[in-house]
């Protein structure tokens, strides 16, 4: 306060001293002295830094609150994921899984999360169902989509909606449990038809590290087909069948509890994958947040100590043309 008191007086007296006409010079010290806003580049962009470091900030808030919302939700559903494990393996012990299977019909089931800000689990899916859909392409072949979640909806209808089978969106909006998933697999069955299934997910390893998967369930008369041509299936044939069911009637129950298990297993995994994925993308983007915050705040001290030192320059100079 007395540094602009003590410009204002400076700039006060010295208006008379140097004004040509003593009528003005008188006319000007009497009336009152009024400030000039001060609109330089300095003022400026000290006011744009500020506005942004509070950007930033703000941002910093939302990136470290949704970093503890995942950590929470992927905690919880963390352990239903690794139980659910137990569920699928039966099965391909006894069906196996036989990704090289040659078929006619290709259904690639794409697995992907409704919301985004989670790293690249969406996009790694599309790739790899894109890379099926091609490397089972062929002129009596047909390859279709069926996507679960917006994400892989919104890559896929791009360039491939006429492949698009079946869409499901919105898988989480309800805690997952298998009578949903059942839900959805039934209506596949029944929408669908195929020889094999082809699921696309992310399987699960760490919060850092998630495992592009992909999980074969063939149709019940491919796998009597493959069963009677031999090969690891060929050991069906050695289960006795007890009751009135036929052997095609156990093959496609089997099938179709195969299929459930397996899709609940993937959905959980996928989501597993996908909140330790947003929880890391969520830290990096608290992190990145803190060191832009950090830049700012040393470009506005330069600024503000810049604009310190030319006001000090300017009160010198005033006074040391009074004095001369």
Not at 9 to 28: D, K, Q, V, W, Y
Not at 78 to 89: P, V
Not at 211 to 222: D, K, R, Y
Request: aromatic residues 4%.
């Amino acid at each position: 306060m007395a540094m602009a008191a003590l410009r204002r007086e400076g700039r006060r007296f010295a208006t008379p001293l140097l004004s040509p006409n003593p009528a003005n010079a008188l006319r000007s010290s009497l009336v009152p002295y009024e400030e000039p806003v001060l609109s330089g580049v300095r003022c400026i962009s000290t006011q744009v830094v500020r506005n942004r470091m509070k950007s930033v900030k703000n941002i910093q808030k939302i990136t470290k609150a949704m970093k503890m919302v995942a950590a929470s939700k992927l905690r919880a559903i963390q352990t239903r994921a690794e139980n659910s494990r137990g569920l699928w393996q039966p099965f391909t012990a006894l069906l196996g899984d036989t990704p090289s299977v040659d078929v006619k019909k290709n259904v690639i089931i794409t697995i992907s999360s409704d919301k985004g800000l989670c790293g690249g689990i969406n996009s790694t899916s599309v790739k790899i169902s894109r890379a099926l859909h091609k490397l089972n392409s062929g002129p009596e072949k047909e390859n279709k989509y069926v996507v679960l979640g917006e994400k892989a909806k919104a890559q896929l209808v791009r360039d491939s909606k006429k492949d698009i089978e079946l869409i499901m969106t919105e898988l989480q909006k309800n805690p997952l449990n298998y009578t949903q998933v059942s839900v959805i697999a039934d209506d596949i069955l029944k929408n669908v038809e195929f020889d094999a299934l082809r699921i696309v997910y992310n399987k699960f390893q760490s919060v850092v590290s998630f495992l592009p998967t992909v999980s074969t369930i063939l149709s019940p008369e491919v796998v009597e087909r493959e069963a009677e041509s031999g090969g690891k299936l060929g050991e069906l044939d050695l289960y006795e069948v007890e009751g009135a069911e036929t052997k095609g009637e156990v093959l496609q129950n089997l099938a179709e509890f195969q299929f459930s298990c397996v899709m609940f297993n993937a959905v959980l995994e996928n989501a597993t994958s996908e909140q330790g994925a947003r929880m890391s993308a969520m830290d990096s983007s608290s992190r990145n947040a803190g060191d832009m915050l950090d830049r700012l705040t040393l470009t506005y001290n330069r600024t503000r100590q810049a604009s310190i030192t030319t006001e000090l320059i300017e009160i010198i100079s005033g006074a040391s043309a009074l004095e001369g």
